[in-house]
């Protein structure tokens, strides 16, 4: 009788330990990476110190690395932390309030020798803690994100950085295009011209998968700190059924579509394009007032951005290409722009640049992505 009870005393236990560990085991591989962070974290787009010199140093960009240098460095985004926490999203500022000049953002380290990028203390604090989670302060694309996990982190730096735009607006005033790190704002559904932005068009994806970013691209990634979504990721939740191309091959569709229309609309005015301020992709450099006849453009072979502004790849009749800034073409030299701020390819250009410049062809929100494109298709009409 003793005996049988101490036998079943010991399967119990033994019954609770195995499921005790069994959960711990199961929750450590959800949330601990496997493999080697510090590994994966080099072979990433964020050990890239090359880009934190071109972009945060103020040898490279004077006071701009007060700027660029909050998201594409350690020592800046340090820096700009508590300020963004604080409801000020705008650049690097001293600790009195002023304008970081050279000599302070020199002390922050944002120099070419002492300049580092996203290092493992950028994200994490003492103990590997995210230094952000769950809720995001006002981004410097001008809205916030709540109740994104540990997304909320990612998104500080992957914005459109260029303030709140008004959708319907029938002049933006500017030829701003939005910056390459246009995640957050089509995660969660923001800043589109066209369609109505003000209401809420957040994916499921941002808010219904514990941490958005972070759940697909480490926690469901088989490649942890390189931050890359396997392959597979959408089987995860949606059944083996589900591939990235599902969503990727329409979304690029309209792409196209969108492209083809704006290049149609450039093709008929192309008669009154003169002159042009020409960029050159190879030396970083501009040529004033550079002729170009109008007639001879046979395509637009590209939208992009140059310097933060929308730009065009023209390809000429005899297969030259010349690159131009859509603020930067003129009809003579010291004459009228081709195209004026209102025209409506240019806010077309920043919605075709918001899709593109995400990087997931309309996987982070699907249904924004098609809608967003098919509202500027209508407006293109
Ligand atoms: C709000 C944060 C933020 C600010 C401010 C910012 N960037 Fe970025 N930038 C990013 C992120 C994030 C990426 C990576 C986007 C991606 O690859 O999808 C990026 C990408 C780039 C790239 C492309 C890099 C590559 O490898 O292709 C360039 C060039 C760039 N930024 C220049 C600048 C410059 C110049 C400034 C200042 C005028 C600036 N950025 C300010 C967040 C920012
Ligand atoms: C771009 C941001 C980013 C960078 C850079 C980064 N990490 Fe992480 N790391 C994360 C996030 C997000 C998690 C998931 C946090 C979690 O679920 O606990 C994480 C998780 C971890 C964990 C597991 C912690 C835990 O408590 O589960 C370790 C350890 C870790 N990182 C180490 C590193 C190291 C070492 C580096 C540098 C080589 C690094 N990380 C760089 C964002 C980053
Ligand atoms: C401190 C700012 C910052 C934070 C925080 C940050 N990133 Fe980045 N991320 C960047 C910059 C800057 C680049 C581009 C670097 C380059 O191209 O040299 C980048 C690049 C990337 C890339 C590669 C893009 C490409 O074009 O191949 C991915 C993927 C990425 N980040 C995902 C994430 C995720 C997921 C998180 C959150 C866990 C995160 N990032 C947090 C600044 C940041
Ligand atoms: C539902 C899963 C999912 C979520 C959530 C998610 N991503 Fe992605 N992300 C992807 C997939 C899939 C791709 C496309 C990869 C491809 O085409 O190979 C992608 C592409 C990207 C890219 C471009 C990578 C490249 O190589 O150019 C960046 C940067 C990125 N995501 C960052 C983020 C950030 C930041 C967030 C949160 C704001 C986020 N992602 C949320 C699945 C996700
Ligand atoms: C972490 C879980 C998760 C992953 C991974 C995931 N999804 Fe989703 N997805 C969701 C949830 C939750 C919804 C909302 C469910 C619903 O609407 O029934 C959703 C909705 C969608 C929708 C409809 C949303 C819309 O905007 O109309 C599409 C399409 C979609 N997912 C495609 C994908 C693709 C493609 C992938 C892989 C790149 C993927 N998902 C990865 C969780 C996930």
Redesign the pocket.
Known sequence: MRKRSYMKLFAVCGVILFFAVALMLGRSSA???QGN??SE?ARSK?ANRETAIAEATVERRGTTAAHCGRCHSEQGFLAWLPQLLAGDPGLIKKPDGSAADVEYLSRLGLTVDRVQP???R???GED?E?RIRDNTPILPAGFDAWAVG?GA??MTCHNTRNGRIQWDTADPGRYTAPHESAQADVIMGKNSFFLNDTVDRASAHALFTSDSC?TCH?VLGKNG?T?EPSETVCANCHGPSMTIQFVQKPIEALLDQVKAAIERRILAVRDRIGVVRKWDPATDQYTDNFPLDGRQIAKVAEILSVHGQIAFRFTLADGQEVYARAGEIWDKPDGQRVFATSDPIIRACWNYLLIEHDGSLGVHNPSFARDVLTATLNALR
């Open positions: 949330a601990v990476p962070p510090a974290w964020h996203i290092t493992c950028t994200c994490h590997f995210p540990e982190l990612c972070v480490l700190h931050f």
